[in-house]
């Protein structure tokens, strides 16, 4: 069996194109591939050494697909087989931000709640976490209480019992470091499946399962960004031109590509299409010499497009709720008003200005929506436009909300039971 992978394997560029999440060059005809790990053994070694067991006869099951439906629909496929195979506990899932690493997992997750022998458990594991944070997390997922403990090493057994008693399958999305599993009551053998952008967790983990999530070829980009615009809006040959070359621009990011489908959704101006190329084509270099990402200059062009500054002082303000948290729509737009962001004759008023406010931001796909299990609605803002907005120098924070923003950065609010 041939390795999936051309190249030189010797050549630390082609090292660290993999270890970063990057594609490597492959083969046109090889858009997924699985090994066994007699198979694979010897590449994946000589690429990451061996794991912190020391036994370096062994290798994960490996996976390398993108985020096209096609071949989300058969790596969820393949990480059920993996799920019902003894022999495998721990799944990594990693790859660059933006490529479809939580869409994979919600999938798969999807797929998880069909089957009734499964119960899903999922969490968002903040960048700088602590163990007994993490464990209430995941206690209030399976509806327990640790805090009538008031002993807190005491935890770690507790919720370990009430892992055992499920046939449970934890997910956890957006891992940024090693996490000791035993420190924090996760039984050995319990099924997890986390999300990462680093590989080199996954090898710290001891991942019997990897998958590496690369970006869309160009073909894919332009088939995701059409699915996206709607099939009702037919493009001019000029503005056809433009838009390809906006996918372009987006490298593959699965992110950027729907985001930016759904700001251009609509638009029939050639010179506004022609705008937005120019301007997520503009390679902004930070301070510290590093260029902006395809996501975040499609998410400059996407937040300037609002002309209407409350719009965007709303957008900035739901970045001071930790990421993926869950807020209720009627409490967030209360807080806009004691802000002075929404304003209104009366109560009505301004609970409907400020849904039309929250309503351009879900369309825009910079927070996303829902109704949590009591039938209340929600938005959230996912950890890619958190980090934009609270990083990019070029966004001005308004002065009333300077004081919020700095606190915003320094603190992690804790969930409730709502976000849960």
């Known amino acids: 069996m041939e390795p999936p992978l051309s190249g030189d394997k010797d050549s630390p560029n082609f090292r660290d194109q993999l270890q970063q999440g990057k594609e490597p060059k492959r083969r046109a005809t090889s858009k997924i591939f699985q090994c066994t790990p007699g198979e694979f053994s010897a590449f994946v070694q000589h690429l990451t050494g061996p794991t912190s067991s020391g036994d370096k006869s062994s290798a994960p099951n490996i996976v390398i697909t993108r985020s096209s439906e096609r071949e989300r629909t058969s790596t969820t496929e393949m990480v059920l087989k993996w799920l019902d195979d003894p022999t495998i506990s721990i799944i990594g899932i990693y790859g660059m931000e933006g490529v479809g690493k939580t869409t994979l997992a919600t999938h798969i997750q999807d797929q998880l709640r069909n089957h009734a022998k499964y119960f899903v458990s999922w969490v968002t594991v903040s960048q700088n976490f602590a163990i007994h944070n993490l464990q209430d997390d995941i206690a209030r997922t399976v509806n327990l209480d640790l805090w009538d403990e008031d002993d807190k090493e005491k935890w770690k057994e507790k919720l370990k019992r009430a892992l055992e008693e499920k046939n449970i399958v934890l997910m956890l999305d957006n891992v940024w470091t090693y996490i000791p599993l035993q420190d924090v009551g996760i039984p050995n053998g319990c099924k997890l499946v986390f999300m990462t952008r680093n590989v080199g967790v996954c090898h710290r983990m001891n991942c019997q399962g990897e998958i590496l999530m690369n970006r869309l070829s160009n073909e894919e980009g332009w088939e ?44 029939g101006d050639f010179g506004e299409w022609r705008y937005a190329l120019e301007r997520i084509k503009q390679k902004k270099v930070l301070q510290n010499g590093i260029t902006i990402s395809e996501e975040y200059r499609v998410l400059r062009y996407c937040y300037e497009k609002f002309k209407d500054p409350n719009v965007q002082q709303c957008l900035l303000y739901c970045a001071f709720y930790p990421e993926e948290f869950k807020i209720d729509r009627e409490m967030l737009i209360e807080n806009f008003v004691d802000a002075g962001l929404i304003d209104g004759k009366n109560r009505e008023e301004e609970l409907n200005n400020g849904h039309a406010v929250l309503d351009k931001l879900e369309n825009a796909f910079l927070l996303e929506g829902g109704t949590c299990k009591y039938g209340k609605r929600y938005v959230k803002m996912s950890s890619i436009i958190k980090g934009f907005i609270l990083n990019l120098p070029s966004i001005r924070w308004p002065s009333n909300l300077q004081e919020e923003n700095s606190r915003g950065k320094q603190q992690s609010a804790r969930a409730d039971a709502y976000s849960r």
């Open 224 to 267: 995701l960004f059409m699915e996206n615009i709607g099939p009702a809006m037919v493009l001019p040959p000029l503005i056809e031109q433009i838009a390809m070359a906006i996918v372009k621009e987006c490298s593959g990011s699965p992110l950027a590509i729907v985001t930016m489908a759904a700001n251009m959704k609509g638009v």
